[in-house]
């Protein structure tokens, strides 16, 4: 239950087009959903969160998109960029507490 | 602003002998985190601190695994005797306490032959 399943392992995406990240998780408990990118050799950097009061949330080319009834969340990367190529991994935490991770994504944007 | 710094970045070492690494968080923050980060897979927390007392340890292997914050600033986590299993990327991570945002130190990569 304290899992958070994250699809799929690898996505290649051309320049320009919209790369989507799905993750699903079981524990209702769960109250903060972020989206870490981490490049090769680098600790992981938070990129976008959501609380489950919002169905949708926007920054710049990123947006995080909740479905509470279905425990269901995924990032989307519109206009996906080479310098975007990195892993991505989506969390779930009891208020914002102990962080559980996906398994991640490697995401390859080629021009 | 100075990030989370952790050192070495690399380390060689063979069965059965020990290991240690160390953390300073970012300036302030009252939270750290000590994560495994095996290859192809997410970071997995292993301790938490609060200052210098501990959060939450419940998935640290605590027959070999032990850390420690004295002070509340700086952290060591340290492994003996290691194992092959061991094999990993250690992060250490810190936040300001019930923030949410945790910054990632670069890691340390473990081989354990």
């Known amino acids: 239950q304290q899992q958070v399943k994250q699809s799929p392992q690898s996505l290649i995406v051309q320049k320009g087009g919209i790369s989507i990240i799905n993750c699903a998780y079981e524990?209702?408990?769960?109250?903060?959903f972020p989206w870490y990118q981490q490049f090769p050799g680098k600790g992981p950097a938070l990129l976008i969160a959501?609380?489950?009061?919002?169905s949708e949330k926007k920054e710049g080319r990123f947006t995080i998109s909740f479905n509470k009834s279905a425990k269901q969340f995924s990032l989307h990367i519109m206009d996906s960029q080479p310098g975007d190529s990195a892993t991505y991994f989506c969390?779930?935490?009891?208020?914002?507490?102990?962080?559980?991770f996906g398994t991640g994504t490697r995401l390859q944007v080629f021009p | 602003e100075a990030g989370v710094a952790q050192s070495p970045r690399y380390k060689i070492i063979e069965k059965r002998q020990s290991v240690a690494f160390w953390c300073n968080p970012i300036?302030?923050?009252?939270?750290l985190y000590w994560y495994q980060q095996i290859l192809g897979q997410g970071p997995k927390l292993l301790i938490q601190?609060?200052?210098?007392?501990?959060?939450?340890d419940s998935q640290l292997p605590k027959d070999r695994f032990s850390a420690e914050r004295l002070k509340g600033v700086d952290s060591t986590l340290k492994i003996q005797p290691a194992k092959l299993e061991d094999s990993a990327v250690y992060l250490c991570?810190?936040?300001?306490?019930?923030?949410?945002?945790?910054?990632f130190g670069p890691g340390t990569r473990l081989t354990v032959l």
């Open positions: 991570a810190s936040s300001l306490t019930g923030s949410g945002r945790q910054f």
């Open positions: 524990n209702t408990a769960f109250d903060y």
């Open positions: 959501i609380r489950p009061d919002v």
């Open positions: 969390a779930a935490s009891i208020s914002t507490d102990k962080l559980i």
């Open positions: 300036s302030g923050h009252a939270t």
């Open positions: 601190f609060q200052n210098n007392g501990v959060v939450d």
